[in-house]
């Protein structure tokens, strides 16, 4: 049986890692190198930075303390791959081949697509084909309509009339390798995730479901992996509380979910 995965999520926004709630609202929580440095140390499964930059404009903010600033996302992207040793997806703002190219290059080992399959679904289809559908994750963000429906938004925000469940279908029929679906009603509250939701786009695809959106305590990511996620994901839960990714793992072990051993490592500088 393969092992259930626990995903840690970073955000960033202009260069730095931010908090969400509710895909509006952002707090600023510091360095992405630093920040991706200690969930290796927590021997996570896997990362997902997911830049949600609108203006293209990229600033840590610091050039003292012989710190390096960065104006550009690859130079931000390789900073972290440095200090990664775990499998890395990385997306946003990935709108042709050349840029999924570029995220690879710079040290990513899978890319996450959002808004540009919306429009053009072919994308999928052509980004499979050029770099194998195991590097290929759809993001789907999704607001709940009403029972039973959600509709999938560009980038969280803009509508699009696609039904979540036969938008994700679609995504595996024209070869992403995962799904990532997270909840725009559930994001940032600590509530729980969308469980029905869960289980809608689970029971109709047959690639990994990874969960994500509103997970703000251990057994909410045993009711997701319940609900049929492959793989439970969360943001603000690992920025608060220490080797989270560790005790996380210590509970799902105690639920009798397959899971790899919770361990702590020395991560090299």
Known sequence: MLKRRLIPVVLLRNGVVVQSKGFRRYQALGNPSMIVERLSAWTSD???YLD??????YDLGRDDLGGVNRAELAEILRDVSRRCFMPLAFGGG???ISDGAARLEAGADKIVLNTQPLSDPSFITEA??????QCIVVCI???RRRPGFWEAMAGGHGATGHDVVAWAREAEDRGAGEILVQSVDFDGRGRGYDLPLIEAVAGAVGVPVIALGGAGKWAHFAEGLR????AVAAANLFNYTEHSVYRAKEYLSEQGFEVRAPALAEVGR
């Open 46 to 48: 896997e990362l997902i």
């Open 227 to 230: 609900a049929g996620a492959d």
């Open 94 to 96: 990935i709108r042709t």
């Open 52 to 57: 949600i930059t609108r203006n293209g404009c």
């Open 128 to 133: 499979a084909h050029e770099f194998g559908a």
């Open 141 to 143: 963000d999704a607001r």
